[in-house]
């Protein structure tokens, strides 16, 4: 009996060895070190994940010898993202799927794009309300690692006129509609985190103010409003200027326009397409210099166009779109911008050339500065604690090269 008691004992302690050395060994599986650059300072740390968080950074004497020479950065959060790789978001929804928002998510991945808001422009009722229905399922889906953070509805509220319009279909232009909104708000499952509108249109106040008890982010933008009523919206609580520069005429009064009184207003901050075709060099240095770092961000508005072939193509409307071998988009005939087709790494860059902004600054306004507007606190840093959405990366030229992308602490791509 002593024996047999012995053997029992024996073989539960040997259970416990190896389920504590399976669980050791499983534990080192989970945690993985990555060694790089800080962008913030050129310096070499280390950055150890576990569990898809940041467990601790350390500041290191120099690289080892067989570590990358690469820059390690928080991942890129774009603002505004119409569609990418041939996926728009704006289709009718027989035509977008939940395979063609991964498919997008995907290729924003490899461009060093962690988190994102898919952006749905003017259009009908039902493609907006069934297109937020569509990409809340998408959210949900625990393959996208939560890039998805919420949406951003720009439009169908903004202003008829021409040039101050853009690209949005006429037809669809319309006044803000509370009771409207709520079923586009209800189909997101409560996700839209940003309003685009203009703010001279009837209603547009009141709307505002309603945004705000629900903390969404109302963008001023695609409008012609005075210094009088740009202050009555940001006194009701409107927070950005959508892409600055842009959604305005060409010809307009040197003293009366919208951006004076936007860039005056310290209330609001910018976002900025920094593509090379939105804004000259110029134009982004005078907006930074008067907003400066803390208040800039900067978003891509890409559209489905993104990440194609040079070419000829036919956007949701049916018009002719042309792809310039440059990355610039535009209709054809009349030599007028599209949207965007660049991707939000080579404003880093861009921004960087027009500003002579540091590394530092330029991934701030592209990762934490977006982190902060939206309430994102477990990214756009790297710091103990966050979300381990990183990108490793080099800077030749116009162009920021990602090399690996981590999302949530997984390795989503790898350059080969």
């Known amino acids: 009996m002593e024996y047999r008691s012995f053997k029992v004992q024996w073989l539960l302690w040997v259970s416990a060895f190896l389920w504590i050395l399976l669980i050791t060994i499983s534990d080192l599986n989970a945690q993985e070190k990555i060694t790089a650059i800080s962008y913030k300072d050129n310096s070499p740390i280390s950055v150890e994940i576990k569990d898809g ?35 728009s978001f704006s289709l009718g929804s027989n035509n977008l799927t939940k395979e063609g928002i991964f498919k ?30 569509l990409l809340k399922e998408a959210m949900d889906d625990p393959s996208l690692l939560g890039s998805l953070a919420g949406f951003h509805l720009e439009g169908p509220y903004i202003s008829k006129e021409d040039g101050y319009r ?35 249109t009837k209603g547009a106040l009141e709307f505002i103010s309603r945004c705000r008890e629900k903390n969404i982010v109302v963008g001023l933008g695609h409008h012609n409003a005075s210094a009088e009523i740009i202050k009555m919206a940001v006194d009701r609580g409107a927070q950005i200027s959508t892409h600055l520069g842009n ?21 609001l901050m910018i976002s900025l397409i920094c593509d090379g075709f939105h804004l000259r060099d110029e134009e982004i240095a005078v907006f930074y ?15 489905s166009f993104a990440g194609m072939s040079p070419g ?14 440059e990355g610039q988009l535009l ?49 756009g840093e790297i710091t ?18 990602v090399v690996k992308t981590y999302v949530a602490g997984k390795l989503v791509y790898a350059i080969n």
């Not at 000829?312 to 071998?325: R, W």
């Not at 990108?391 to 030749?396: G, N, R, V």
Request: net charge neutral; glycine share 8%.
């Open 53 to 87: 968080k940041i467990i601790k950074v350390i500041n290191l004497d120099e690289l080892p010898g067989d570590a990358q020479h690469v820059y390690v950065a928080p991942g890129l959060i774009d603002n505004q993202v119409n569609g990418f790789g041939g996926i």
């Open 104 to 133: 997008a998510t995907q290729a924003l991945w490899k461009e060093g794009i962690t988190t994102y808001l898919p952006t749905l422009t003017t259009n009908s009722h039902d493609i907006l309300r069934n297109n937020f229905s």
């Open 166 to 200: 853009g690209a949005h279909p006429v037809e669809f232009v319309r006044e803000p509609d509370w009771k409207e909104f709520m079923d586009y708000y209800r189909a997101s499952g409560g996700h839209i985190l940003q309003v685009t509108l203009a703010p001279e």
């Open 247 to 267: 959604g305005c005429a060409n010809m307009i009064n040197r003293h009366q326009n919208p951006f004076w009184p936007q860039l005056s207003e310290d209330r």
């Open 289 to 303: 210099k008067v907003k400066g770092p803390e208040k800039t961000i900067l978003t891509s508005d890409v559209t």
């Open 312 to 325: 000829l193509y036919k956007n949701v409307e049916g018009d002719t779109i042309q792809l310039t071998k």
């Open 331 to 379: 209709y054809p005939e009349q030599q007028v911008l599209y949207g965007s087709a660049i991707s939000l790494n080579r404003s880093v860059v861009k921004i960087m050339k027009s500003t002579g902004c540091n590394l530092n600054y330029a991934i701030s306004m592209a990762s934490t500065n977006p982190a902060k507007l939206y309430k994102m606190n477990d990214r």
């Open 384 to 401: 103990t604690g966050k979300r381990a959405d990183l990108i490793l990366f080099t800077i030749d030229g116009t162009k920021l090269n």
